[in-house]
């Protein structure tokens, strides 16, 4: 299973902590070696570096981590593929333009069943095309086709989240697909199975790494107004209280809140080995990680 | 003015040497400090790196400088803005997708009168939308634009070709268009006035840059079979012989060999002096370079 890493922020943070423990799980406290993508907005643009190599040893990683770069929205994925060769062009983040936005994308899960669902005429790839042969590619195409189809101009952002979400619901049928998405506005989260999130504001305490032995103290290196929203396939630190999306819970973040969200049973939160055997079930997952 | 670097070959191959150089020109031997791009095709896939800091020191180029990432077609581009603010969404080289290939353009110029050219109805935005606000990404999207409307599969390479040089001859009316434009296959090169290339193949010798005092053998680096075109917009080599593209010369490379051509006049070189002077003129090359 790969495993994917958002930051929705009111002010440009840093994401050097949190990448530091999650780029250790490509390679050194897990498996997910197949390459790897992070991806910056800086007001339109977009900065996407992508390596197929294993992030924990990647050059490229290892740029990132030493610049420090500073941003509202960031998305980044480790990879162990189970749908598509490794290769650049099935590396996540993807992105494509909408509306004159860049938007990004990154998947964690299976879809097993996408033939199904696209081979339906409404589903044409008509305004975007999948480049690679990856599910997650392909279902980020359906998604923007299905947006760019029903408006040719950028509704409101209550309006975009009812389409996602009923898009989601629908996509979810197919198989696993929890999922972050961003324009560089807000940033969704979707969980199928598995995706905590812990939001971060004053008063700020310390936090520490849980695959690697560095501790942050956020007071000093925050001010007051600071707001940080941090998704997660699996918690970073072990000194805070992470809070697990239920299972289908869709919510979106803007300046490091929540705006929105749709939550069909509150109670339904998969338990992380459940969660592991479904993603090891369809191929995502070795079985020796469950 | 902006500078254009690209590299055509017919085995994957490191482009560090000319990039050295190029890369000097972002803040050290000239004054392209607003930032850079640089894009790697592999296979299908991108790999895409910019900075908006000048690449003669930038950690991202640094990174570049070290990876020694081989590609078959890579587009670099430093800039000196002259439409458009320094931004990331304003770096080049611009990317999108068309018939399921990424698309990469570079720009060095500036169409003055780019909005009589837009606003014929033909033109709107349908399938391709800036992002930023450069005359260069509201060009390349009206490429876009224009093949996707004219072509809802890929045509030949000739066609595509001819199609595209009817384009260029078009837009070339409306300021100064020297470009490069890759769709990981081939790769087109135009000059209005300045732009030069040159094709290493066997018996491969010895080049010296111009900007930094380095030299390569390439005869150590390379195998009899290998060829390789390298594009820029002044030459990046005291000892080899480079070729200066004729006034709207248009150049197609596959393979490090030329493939298509299209030249109305080959006599017309511009030269260097006056090149720069018509740039400094409509405001992209300030004063004192010419």
């Known amino acids: 299973m790969c495993q994917l890493l958002g930051m929705n922020c009111n002010t440009p943070t840093d994401i050097t902590f949190s990448f ?3 780029r250790r799980r490509g390679g050194v406290t897990d498996h997910h070696i197949d390459g790897f993508g992070i991806a910056f907005f800086e007001g339109k643009g977009v900065r996407i570096y992508q390596d197929d190599t294993p992030c924990a040893s990647s050059p490229v990683a290892e740029m990132i981590q030493a610049y420090g770069i500073k941003s509202k929205n960031v998305i980044a ?24 936005e860049y938007w990004l994308f990154a998947h964690n899960g299976h879809l097993t069943q996408l033939d199904q669902l696209l081979t339906k005429p409404a589903s044409t ?32 952002k209550e309006c975009l989240f009812a389409t996602i979400q009923k898009l989601t619901a629908h996509i979810s049928n197919y198989g696993i697909f929890n999922y972050i998405l961003s324009n560089g506005e807000w940033m969704i989260a979707h969980a199928t199975t598995l995706l905590h999130y812990i ?19 956020f007071a ?6 600071d707001r940080v929203a941090v998704i997660a396939t699996l918690p970073l630190t ?15 973040f803007e300046d490091g809140a929540i705006v929105a969200r749709d939550c069909p049973d509150e109670t339904d939160v998969m338990s992380i ?6 993603a090891a079930a369809v191929g995502a ?3 020796s990680v469950v």
Chains 1, 2 share one sequence.
């Open 20 to 22: 530091e423990g999650f």
């Open 220 to 225: 000093a290196v925050t001010t007051p107004k």
């Open 125 to 156: 790839y008509h305004y975007y095309h999948p480049v690679g042969n990856t599910d997650s590619e392909q279902v980020f195409c359906y998604i923007l086709e299905q947006l760019r189809q029903q408006f040719p101009e950028k509704p409101s």
């Open 77 to 100: 994925h480790i990879r162990k593929a189970s749908s598509g060769q490794i290769s650049l062009a099935n590396t996540h983040p993807f992105m494509r333009e909408l509306w004159g």
């Open 199 to 217: 939001i971060r504001q004053a008063p700020f305490g310390e936090a520490r790494l849980i695959d690697d032995d560095v501790t942050i103290d």
């Open 285 to 287: 997952a070795p079985e």
């Open 238 to 252: 072990a000194n805070e209280c992470w809070q697990q999306l239920a299972r289908n819970e869709m919510l979106m």
């Open 273 to 278: 080995k459940d969660a592991l055997a479904m």
